[in-house]
């Protein structure tokens, strides 16, 4: 494996064992406390600090997730290298524009 990409995908493991820590500590907060859909998203419109968790969040996953589809793709498909890395490329993409369209559809007003 490119030694690059090695260090890419852990460094983004780094970064999204916090914030899936976060994430499921917020999860548990809402489901104890009663909290409705409509409340959190009222919590959540406009507020900065939302966008950029869940920002960080959704590119951090999209580049971990493209290297290991890269991966898969180089060793288990008949897709050459730089064919497993363009459909990565493309897969990751993908991911980060609809994880984007996810985090605007809770944080924008």
């Known amino acids: 494996m490119n030694v690059r990409?090695?260090?890419?995908?852990?460094?983004?493991?780094?970064?999204?064992?916090?914030?899936?820590?976060?994430?499921?500590?917020v999860?548990?907060?809402?489901?104890?406390?009663?909290v409705s859909a409509a409340d959190i998203l009222a919590r959540t419109r406009g507020s900065i600090a939302w966008a950029?968790?869940?920002?960080l969040f959704v590119l951090a996953v999209s580049i971990h997730a493209s290297i290991g589809v890269r991966n898969v793709l180089t060793e288990w498909s008949p897709l050459s290298e730089r064919g497993a890395g363009a459909?990565?490329?493309?897969?990751?993409l993908l991911l980060a524009l609809l994880g984007m369209r996810g985090v605007a559809a809770v944080v924008l007003p």
């Open 52 to 55: 950029s968790f869940y920002g």
């Open 27 to 34: 999860i548990f907060y809402a489901t104890r406390h009663g």
């Open 5 to 25: 990409l090695y260090v890419w995908q852990r460094a983004t493991a780094a970064i999204m064992a916090p914030l899936v820590l976060i994430h499921i500590a």
């Open 87 to 92: 459909c990565a490329i493309i897969f990751g």
